[in-house]
């Protein structure tokens, strides 16, 4: 969570936590649902379902195991069962994300991290979901974008916070 151009901490020993939401009373998070490992988790269970399928054909082409990769191209092949997954994870996720753009009314919602890197697929079934999540005072929701630096905004955003606290820790103007 990024306000006024810095990094929100908010009390010790936790951050913004979006992926533990919980969102169901059973005790289900967003990163069960939704994480890339989760969606790994649906592709490889698809292959399995259907050795015949654009999934399994896209698997056979490539190397290591059936994952979320393989997603863009049995998309633009028209595959209903890679849709049916993003379309289930981005729900998920665009379910967490109403939640905080109730709470929090942000200007724009940034989508970075390794789901991201399915590009425009996966932040167009975001962003169509959040709408008719939210109350009417926040419709139209704010946009949705994708993070510039791809899958590589976490250890990036990681090293600038560090950076920016050794700053303030060693530098007193």
């Not at 379309?87 to 200007?107: I, S």
């Not at 139209?140 to 899958?151: F, Q, S, Y």
């Not at 920016?164 to 530098?171: G, Q």
């Amino acid at each position: 969570l990024v306000i006024d151009g810095a990094l929100y901490h908010g009390r010790p020993s936790g951050e913004m936590e979006l992926g533990h939401v919980r969102l169901d009373r059973g005790g289900g998070i967003l990163e069960e649902l939704a994480a890339g490992w989760a969606i790994d988790r649906r592709v490889r269970g698809a292959v399995a379902a259907d050795p015949a399928g654009a999934l399994a054909r896209a698997a056979a082409g490539g190397d290591g195991p059936p994952a979320a990769r393989l997603l863009p191209a049995a998309l633009a092949a028209g595959d209903a069962t890679a849709g049916a997954i993003l379309d289930e994870a981005a729900g998920h996720y665009a379910h967490a994300l109403a939640h905080v753009v109730q709470l929090l009314n942000p200007d724009v919602i940034v989508l970075g991290g390794g789901v991201a890197a399915l590009g425009e697929a996966w932040r167009e079934r975001v962003a169509r979901r959040i709408e008719p999540l939210l109350m009417e005072p926040f419709r139209p929701g704010p946009p949705v974008r994708l993070a510039a630096l791809g899958e590589d905004v976490v250890p990036v955003g990681a090293a600038l916070a560090a950076l920016r606290s050794t700053r303030a820790m060693h530098y007193d103007p």
